[in-house]
């Protein structure tokens, strides 16, 4: 039986430093970063048409008229952040962090290629009757990106109003070994994604990692 939800908003969105495979990377080199201080994500998927066989009679009417399906090819994702948070930064576009003492305090952007690689991951509140589910717990749509790449710093300007920081990614198809999301994707994780799977989203009512500045190290047995 169909799960039907109506979401709204966009509670917090957690993002992972993966490597260049698009796997986890977890233990003393990882780092993870959850947090609600974005504006807008924007998710533009792009497909390419599928390949047409016209062929006309001398007539002008057409002999052979025949399209193929089109397909997804992967999806342009936007996000604009309204916190600086040098960790977040450093890990979606590579840039080099600016030491200050234990902390980072900035970031360098620098002309080498763009190969950072991380996930990206947005939950939802559930509105209405389905905000909870029949044992009363909240309910959440959960979506995952697990690998996205080439994230270019789109336009930002000195003004006299609020600041926006925003970076705008790719996404390529999800490893196998991507498990963070394991517990929100109930029994299909993105191990069992068919092959060439760039995102999806489950209805859950497994709790939202906690908001944090900065990043945190990923466990091990994540």
């Known amino acids: 039986m169909s799960v039907c939800v109506?979401?709204?908003?966009?509670?917090?969105?957690?993002?992972?430093?993966?490597?260049?495979?698009g796997n986890l990377i977890t233990g003393e080199d990882s780092a993870q970063v959850t947090t609600d201080s974005f504006t807008e994500?924007?998710?533009?998927?792009?497909?390419?048409?599928?390949?047409?066989?016209?062929?006309?009679?001398?007539?002008?009417?057409?002999?052979?008229?025949?399209?193929?399906a089109s397909f997804l090819t992967d999806a342009d994702v936007t996000v604009n952040l309204c916190t600086l948070d040098a960790d977040l930064i450093a890990i979606v576009t590579g840039g080099q962090p600016i030491a200050d003492g234990d902390d980072f305090s900035g970031v360098v952007f620098s002309d080498g290629l763009l190969n950072a690689r991380f996930s990206l991951e947005v939950w939802q509140p559930v509105a209405g009757l389905g905000a909870c589910d029949p044992e009363g717990q909240q309910q959440f749509v959960y979506w995952a990106f697990p690998h996205l790449f080439d994230a270019k710093i789109q336009n930002f300007t000195f003004q006299n109003d609020v600041f926006e920081f925003s970076f705008q990614a790719k996404t390529r198809a999800a490893?196998?070994?991507w498990t963070i999301g394991d517990p929100y994707l109930a029994d299909t994780p993105a191990a069992d994604w068919?092959?060439?799977?760039?995102?999806?989203?489950?209805?859950?009512?497994v709790a939202m990692p906690e908001i944090q500045c900065g990043a945190i190290p990923v466990p091990d047995d994540s």
């Not at 109506?6 to 495979?21: G, H, N, Q, V, W």
């Not at 533009?44 to 025949?66: H, I, M, S, T």
């Open 6 to 21: 109506s979401p709204i908003k966009a509670e917090r969105a957690r993002f992972t430093l993966l490597d260049i495979c």
């Open 175 to 177: 490893s196998l070994l």
């Open 41 to 68: 994500i924007d998710v533009a998927p792009n497909y390419e048409d599928g390949q047409q066989f016209l062929q006309r009679k001398a007539n002008g009417q057409p002999c052979v008229n025949e399209m193929e």
């Open 194 to 205: 068919e092959p060439g799977s760039h995102f999806g989203y489950n209805v859950t009512t």
